[in-house]
């Protein structure tokens, strides 16, 4: 089983910024005791959708040739819980980008009202750095598939992307 | 050029916001890891709110010499050889590095940054 907190991506702008949406759905085991009779998505389990978002943004600005690792939640905040029905918007931006580590800033939001926010800091880890290869290459592809990023992925230049030969 | 007061201030508000600590705790001579409790991945992370609040460019190690503390060039028996010593000294001119050196051990590095060394490191930046 993968750890898949964002359902697909609706805008993605290599190295600039992107749109996940997570559909919440009482179907989710985590729910059914969380709270028994009123159930919420953990915000612990949001940030891990906005780490998702943002990451998938920032190993792809470098070609994931990196190991792309959530170092920091520098700040975050929530406004109200998210809810079974509810349909979460991840939008994340790329603050600042270098070789060895990413800062990005990623809002949510349920309909048109912010539900929570946050400051994401990855580190951008090479083989031999302690972190274990995270994908098989043909794994990642397929998440990256499902995730729609080359359907709706484009460059700063407005190009589609292109799918890579893995 | 902003005052050495103007450049605190800001060095503290990126050490706040970075480390998560309160701003009294952000006192001159409070040291960035033994009294901040920064680790080496929060360096990487004050490095981009300090070029931010001052458009300045910083390279990888001129902040955090992690790059000195883990070479077996400069590392014997896990304290900084002569060479090391000196070569801190010539990478980092804004850092007081006179109580290191009386026991360069690595791990004592820790305790030697302070965020008054932060202020002139900016300083310097600003100034070059």
């Known amino acids: 089983m993968r750890w898949f907190w964002i359902d697909r991506f609706d805008e993605f702008v290599r190295a600039r910024h992107a749109t996940a949406v997570k559909n919440v759905s009482l179907a989710e085991e985590h729910m059914h005791d969380h709270f028994p009779g009123a159930a919420l998505m953990p915000n612990s389990l949001i940030v891990e959708g906005m780490a998702q978002t943002a990451g998938l943004l920032v190993a792809d600005a470098i070609d994931y040739n990196r190991r792309v690792v959530l170092a920091k939640v520098a700040q975050a905040e929530f406004q109200f819980d998210a809810v079974p029905g509810d349909s979460i918007r991840f939008r994340a931006d790329i603050l600042d980008l270098k070789p060895a580590g990413s800062l990005t800033k990623v809002t949510s939001t349920v309909g048109d009202k912010v539900q929570g926010q946050a400051e994401l800091f990855f580190a951008h880890l090479e083989p031999g750095e302690g972190v274990p290869k995270l994908f098989e290459p043909h794994e990642l592809l397929r998440w990256l598939d499902q995730m729609h990023i080359y359907d709706v992925g484009r460059d700063e230049a407005g190009n589609r992307l292109v799918r890579p030969e893995w | ?128």
Do not use: H
Request: net charge negative; proline share 4%; aromatic share 8%.
């Open chain 2, 1 to 128: 050029m902003p005052s050495r007061d103007e450049i605190f201030e800001k060095v503290k508000s990126a050490l706040v916001d970075a480390l998560g600590v309160d701003e009294e705790d952000v006192s001159p001579n409070a040291t960035m890891v033994g009294d901040l409790g920064a680790e080496s991945i929060d360096f990487l992370d004050i490095v981009f709110r300090l070029e931010k609040a001052f458009g300045i460019k910083i390279s990888r190690g001129e902040l955090f010499p992690e790059d000195v503390l883990s070479s077996s060039e400069y590392v014997v028996d896990g304290k900084v050889n002569a060479k090391g010593i000196a070569t801190l000294k010539s990478r980092m001119p804004f850092a007081d590095l006179a109580k290191f050196e009386q026991n360069p051990s690595v791990q004592n590095f820790a305790n030697t940054l302070t965020v008054e060394d932060m202020v002139r490191y900016v300083q310097s930046k600003l100034a070059a």
